[in-house]
């Protein structure tokens, strides 16, 4: 299932365990198309099925671009990159190693997921180091003459997270560091996972991404934001301080964590639809998300350090 949401830029619902406006990838149509964001491994057939139907041939793709390697942004990339010999792959370059030998990458997925890694996500194919290429802070993919698209490195979700804003539709393709809003809950939730979450970094990349002003946030999970992406940037912000204060309380008198933030953030929510708030809690669940906070404040050595007020 696929729609275009601006000129040349089409969004595609990779359809993650089969649930709809889960997962987005999108395809940036030129001389030199581009993907951005494979989806796990687990999507592959239907992303390619997606493609195949919108023109894109196996000769045809120039290009791949992974906002970060999480299996459920990056799982896709190996079998992606064997479908399409002349795409060449590009990821940040914390990242890109682990595209190469993605064993430790799957290993330590492994233990976090159990068995809902394999039926849920899947796993991770290698790619040959040869056709990848690291992107850094303001580089460039070209996708045809007049449009590129524009590398913003952006930790603080990952140590290996990058957005990409597109020069001709003004949008911004932003992973996961703005959160994750499914349009069936319409509630921008932060994403803290474990093992990299730093809240300076987050919330600096969120400042880089006002700074450069664009005309729309493109989420992983899912898709176009509505309304002004300002406004949205602001409330990301605004939430995820919220969050991590209410953390950091927890965790100095004691508590534990998951549950505090649960108390304050989701009882007072509106009541979601149970289907949809099981996908919100197996994608980004307050478990992990408190476990990522819980390993940040553990790694902040001054009690003020990291602090929002």
Same mark, same amino acid.
């Given at each position: ?233 602001? $409330? ?5 301080? &919220?969050? !991590?204060?209410?953390? =950091? @309380?927890?965790? /100095?008198?004691? +508590? ?24 919100? $809690? ?5 478990? &992990?998300? !408190?476990?990522?906070? =819980? @390993?940040?404040? /553990?790694?902040? +050595? ?8």
């Amino acid at each position: 299932m696929s729609r275009s949401i601006a000129d040349g830029v089409i969004e595609i619902d990779t359809l993650l365990g089969g649930w709809e406006r889960i997962t987005a990838g999108y395809l940036l149509e030129g001389s030199a198309p581009v993907l951005v964001e494979t989806g796990s491994q687990s999507s592959v057939e239907v992303l390619l099925g997606e493609l195949d139907a919108l023109g894109v041939g196996r000769e045809d793709l120039a290009g791949v671009v992974v906002t970060h390697i999480h299996l459920d942004h990056a799982g896709g990339v190996g079998d992606v990159a064997r479908h399409f010999p002349n795409a060449t792959i590009y990821v940040h370059e914390k990242g890109a190693r682990h595209l190469v030998d993605p064993s430790r990458l799957v290993d330590s997925a492994s233990r976090v997921y159990g068995p809902l890694l394999d039926s849920l996500y899947g796993r991770l194919d290698p790619t040959p180091s040869d056709r990848i290429r690291v992107l850094y802070d303001e580089d460039t993919v070209e996708i045809s003459p007049g449009r590129q698209l524009v590398a913003v490195d952006s930790p603080g979700h990952a140590k290996h997270h990058l957005a990409l804003h597109d020069s001709l539709s003004g949008l911004l393709f932003c992973g996961d560091a703005v959160g994750v809003r499914l349009p069936d809950s319409g509630v921008l939730r932060p994403s803290t996972p474990p093992p990299d979450f730093d809240l300076n970094l987050a919330l600096h990349s969120l400042g880089r991404f006002a700074e450069r002003d664009p005309v729309g946030l493109c989420l992983a999970h899912y898709g176009l934001v509505p309304g002004d992406p300002r406004d949205t940037l602001d $409330e990301a912000c605004e939430t995820l301080s &919220s969050w !991590a204060n209410e953390a =950091r @309380r927890a965790y /100095e008198q004691g +508590q534990d964590i998951a549950q505090a933030l649960s108390e304050k953030f989701l009882v007072s929510s509106p009541q979601l639809d149970p289907e949809v708030n099981k996908k919100l $809690e197996t994608l980004n669940g307050i478990h &992990s998300n !408190a476990a990522g906070f =819980r @390993r940040w404040l /553990e790694t902040t +050595q001054s009690p003020d350090h990291g602090h929002v007020h």
